[in-house]
């Protein structure tokens, strides 16, 4: 939780991108406090690639698209936000693109709209 230094003696913290609200420091400067709870799409992707991994066989057996192992390339993997998160992605035995071999398993998931508690299984089974 890094401080970014404004002019006019202000500063930005980031606590959350949700929720903006101004505090008062002991020196009475004005902090303007941003309070940064993981995002959304951050819990709703790693919710998918993990009920992926539990629906075809664990971690042992199956390896997601390397699209939902990093947040920066899950948009590759996000087909949709309406409504929550929809990821579409395909999977394998694990090594299975390092080792260049055809995926065997497409999954479509829906997370909803919170990340974490809530999703819809759209399709899960041989590539479409």
Same mark, same amino acid.
């Given at each position: 939780? &890094?401080?970014?230094?404004?002019?006019?003696? /202000?500063?930005?913290?980031?606590?959350?991108?949700? %929720?903006? =609200?101004?505090? @008062? @420091?002991?020196?009475?400067?004005?902090?303007?406090?941003? %309070?940064?709870?993981?995002?959304?799409?951050? +819990?709703? /992707?790693? /919710?998918?690639?993990? +009920?992926?991994?539990?629906?075809?066989?664990?971690?042992?057996? !199956?390896?997601?698209?390397?699209?939902?192992?990093?947040?920066?390339?899950?948009?590759?993997?996000?087909?949709? =936000?309406?409504? &929550?998160?929809? !990821?579409?992605?395909?999977?394998?035995?694990?090594?299975?693109? %390092?080792?260049?071999?055809?995926?065997?398993? =497409?999954?479509?998931? +829906?997370?909803?709209?919170?990340? =974490?508690?809530?999703?819809?299984?759209? !399709?899960? &089974?041989?590539?479409?």
């Amino acid at each position: 939780m &890094g401080a970014l230094s404004l002019s006019a003696g /202000f500063a930005l913290k980031a606590l959350s991108h949700d %929720v903006c =609200e101004k505090e @008062s @420091s002991m020196n009475g400067i004005d902090d303007l406090v941003i %309070v940064v709870d993981p995002k959304p799409t951050q +819990r709703a /992707f790693n /919710f998918a690639r993990m +009920r992926a991994e539990a629906l075809n066989g664990g971690i042992s057996q !199956y390896q997601a698209q390397s699209c939902m192992y990093s947040h920066q390339s899950s948009k590759d993997c996000l087909a949709d =936000e309406k409504n &929550g998160f929809t !990821y579409r992605f395909l999977g394998g035995a694990p090594g299975w693109e %390092v080792l260049k071999l055809p995926p065997t398993v =497409e999954t479509e998931i +829906r997370i909803y709209t919170d990340g =974490e508690t809530k999703a819809e299984l759209i !399709y899960n &089974g041989f590539p479409r």
